[in-house]
């Protein structure tokens, strides 16, 4: 007897991971046609409306961190090679999602100043301003020598719409009570989808819901909050409106990584903003799990991209427009008080090694422009025994050498300074004709700094 095998039933429809959506956001944002410049018109979309996408290849967040042998980054410098920024990464990694949007893609750089939220037929007005005041006032004239395009306040917010906002409250009302309220095999919230969409109604009526159930900050399998996702999907209008509800913005991933980490890595200075807005709630020294501040991996971000515009060759607008947005990220996290003075645990490294180790000339102009009361005994901090001075000794090729070695001379760095190994900054110089002239730049330096310190007796 033969019998008739109906086919296995299908689900009407796969709810997509976060990951595959921001890949897909990715995709939008690097075609050929330009993006909407507004994601808040989006009409609200069920989960089921979206198809499940081919597994895409990974890309790595790479912000995790300092070397884990010091030998190997103290003072050489490695000759930049012509790959795109997509591809360099601060550290190694294990594969993973990333949630960044490219740097090609521009980023809307101005905003409405008020948002008018729509809320149960109440309207609720919210100003979000970023004073950002300076902790150190003598620090406070320096923020004028980056010009007026990186020291433009941001500012940013739209209303909501309230007829989409109330099609989305109407919609999870309808929906089967686990998909509104669950997580998904990744762990994703419809909080977390909503947000990588950028679907920002959607997301404000999810957000509703999880706050009340107090499931707001949820955790995918990468350990991300719907903030996480909203930072690196940079959705600051998203990220403020969760905010506001209440989630946790010192929150943190597998690896240590909080809003403000990512947002300085990724160069999202709206996102920061929206961030630095919740002052004092936000712990500006905050270590990721290598050790890291948000500044420190601001400072790193930023080396990446001005090694990327160098190595093109040709003048690159994207570049160009990302580089100053990562500058201006880490003089947004400087006024806002983030320490200069800050550390890496494992390399001990400042803002100033970080810069200098990476023959980063843009970051080191503007960090020894800072009026610091104490800028010598900056510039003469050790990291593992190394000053700036010997790291920029060790940037062998690196055709800024010179003139970093100048500006350290200039605010003070003390050629005589010797590190771990007994090396003064002249004896890690490279040799030939090139070497040999900078050797006679610091031992010049060095026997005028001796003869300021002669005893007055000894002069008389």
Same mark, same amino acid.
């Given at each position: 007897?033969?019998?008739?095998?109906?086919?296995?039933?299908?689900?009407?429809?796969?709810?997509?991971?976060?990951?595959?959506?921001?890949?897909? *956001?990715?995709?939008?944002?690097?075609?050929?046609?330009?993006?909407?410049?507004?994601?808040?018109?989006?009409?609200?979309?069920?989960?089921?409306?979206?198809?499940?996408?081919?597994?895409?290849?990974?890309?790595?967040?790479?912000?995790?961190?300092?070397?884990?042998?010091?030998?190997?980054?103290?003072?050489?410098?490695?000759?930049?090679?012509?790959?795109?920024?997509?591809?360099?990464?601060?550290?190694?990694?294990?594969?993973?999602?990333?949630?960044?949007?490219?740097?090609?893609?521009?980023?809307?750089?101005?905003?409405?100043?008020?948002?008018?939220?729509?809320?149960?037929?109440?309207?609720?007005?919210?100003?979000?301003?970023?004073?950002?005041?300076? &902790?150190?006032?003598?620090?406070?004239?320096?923020?004028?020598?980056?010009?007026?395009?990186?020291?433009?306040?941001?500012?940013?917010?739209?209303?909501?719409?309230?007829?989409?906002?109330?099609?989305?409250?109407?919609?999870?009302?309808?929906?089967?009570?686990?998909?509104?309220?669950?997580?998904?095999?990744?762990?994703?919230?419809?909080?977390?989808?909503?947000?990588?969409?950028?679907?920002?109604?959607?997301?404000?009526?999810?957000?509703?819901?999880?706050?009340?159930?107090?499931?707001?900050?949820?955790?995918?399998?990468?350990?991300?909050?719907?903030?996480?996702?909203?930072?690196?999907?940079?959705?600051?209008?998203?990220?403020?409106?969760?905010?506001?509800?209440?989630?946790?913005?010192?929150?943190?991933?597998?690896?240590?990584?909080?809003?403000?980490?990512?947002?300085?890595?990724?160069?999202?200075?709206?996102?920061?903003?929206?961030?630095?807005?919740?002052?004092?709630?936000?712990?500006?020294?905050?270590?990721?799990?290598?050790?890291?501040?948000?500044?420190?991996?601001?400072?790193?971000?930023?080396?990446?991209?001005?090694?990327?515009?160098?190595?093109?060759?040709?003048?690159?607008?994207?570049?160009?427009? *990302?580089?100053?947005?990562?500058?201006?990220?880490?003089?947004?996290?400087?006024? &806002?008080?983030?320490?200069?003075?800050?550390?890496?645990?494992?390399?001990?490294?400042?803002?100033?090694?970080?810069?200098?180790?990476?023959?980063?000339?843009?970051?080191?102009?503007?960090?020894?422009?800072?009026?610091?009361?104490?800028?010598?005994?900056?510039?003469?901090?050790?990291?593992?025994?190394?000053?700036?001075?010997?790291?920029?000794?060790?940037?062998?090729?690196?055709?800024?050498?010179?003139?970093?070695?100048?500006?350290?001379?200039?605010?003070?760095?003390?050629?005589?300074?010797?590190?771990?190994?007994?090396?003064?900054?002249?004896?890690?110089?490279?040799?030939?004709?090139?070497?040999?002239?900078?050797?006679?730049?610091? *031992?010049?330096?060095?026997?005028?700094?001796?003869?300021?310190?002669?005893?007055?007796?000894?002069?008389?």
């Amino acid at each position: 007897m033969h019998f008739d095998k109906s086919p296995k039933e299908k689900p009407c429809c796969t709810l997509p991971t976060v990951k595959k959506l921001l890949e897909q *956001k990715r995709r939008r944002e690097t075609s050929s046609v330009p993006p909407s410049s507004s994601t808040a018109s989006t009409s609200p979309v069920p989960p089921t409306a979206v198809t499940q996408l081919p597994e895409p290849s990974s890309e790595p967040f790479t912000c995790t961190g300092a070397s884990s042998s010091y030998s190997n980054m103290a003072v050489g410098y490695e000759q930049w090679s012509s790959v795109p920024e997509s591809t360099l990464s601060y550290y190694p990694s294990q594969p993973g999602p990333s949630y960044a949007a490219p740097f090609s893609h521009p980023m809307a750089s101005e905003y409405s100043t008020q948002q008018q939220v729509q809320t149960f037929g109440d309207t609720m007005s919210q100003a979000y301003e970023c004073p950002m005041p300076v &902790a150190d006032q003598s620090m406070a004239t320096s923020w004028s020598l980056l010009g007026p395009s990186q020291t433009t306040q941001l500012s940013f917010g739209s209303s909501l719409d309230a007829n989409k906002l109330e099609e989305a409250r109407m919609m999870l009302r309808g929906m089967d009570y686990s998909r509104a309220t669950g997580q998904d095999e990744d762990g994703d919230t419809i909080l977390h989808i909503y947000t990588a969409k950028g679907l920002r109604e959607c997301a404000f009526a999810a957000a509703e819901r999880l706050r009340d159930l107090g499931r707001l900050d949820a955790k995918e399998h990468k350990g991300k909050t719907a903030l996480l996702v909203a930072v690196t999907a940079n959705q600051p209008e998203i990220v403020q409106d969760l905010l506001s509800f209440g989630t946790d913005i010192n929150a943190c991933d597998v690896k240590g990584q909080t809003a403000l980490h990512l947002a300085a890595h990724y160069g999202f200075p709206g996102v920061l903003q929206a961030i630095l807005s919740s002052r004092p709630a936000v712990n500006l020294e905050a270590r990721n799990f290598e050790g890291m501040t948000p500044l420190h991996c601001a400072a790193i971000s930023h080396s990446v991209t001005m090694k990327a515009l160098f190595t093109s060759g040709l003048p690159d607008v994207n570049l160009q427009t *990302k580089a100053a947005e990562k500058l201006n990220c880490v003089q947004m996290l400087l006024t &806002a008080g983030a320490s200069l003075l800050s550390q890496e645990i494992k390399s001990n490294k400042t803002l100033l090694h970080l810069a200098v180790k990476e023959g980063n000339i843009d970051l080191v102009r503007y960090l020894l422009r800072i009026p610091l009361p104490n800028m010598k005994d900056f510039v003469n901090m050790k990291a593992h025994g190394h000053t700036a001075l010997h790291m920029a000794a060790g940037l062998h090729g690196n055709p800024h050498q010179e003139e970093i070695l100048r500006l350290l001379l200039g605010r003070g760095a003390d050629p005589s300074i010797r590190n771990l190994e007994n090396d003064q900054p002249a004896h890690l110089l490279q040799s030939g004709p090139q070497g040999e002239q900078l050797k006679l730049m610091l *031992k010049k330096r060095n026997a005028s700094s001796r003869r300021r310190i002669v005893p007055l007796q000894d002069q008389e």
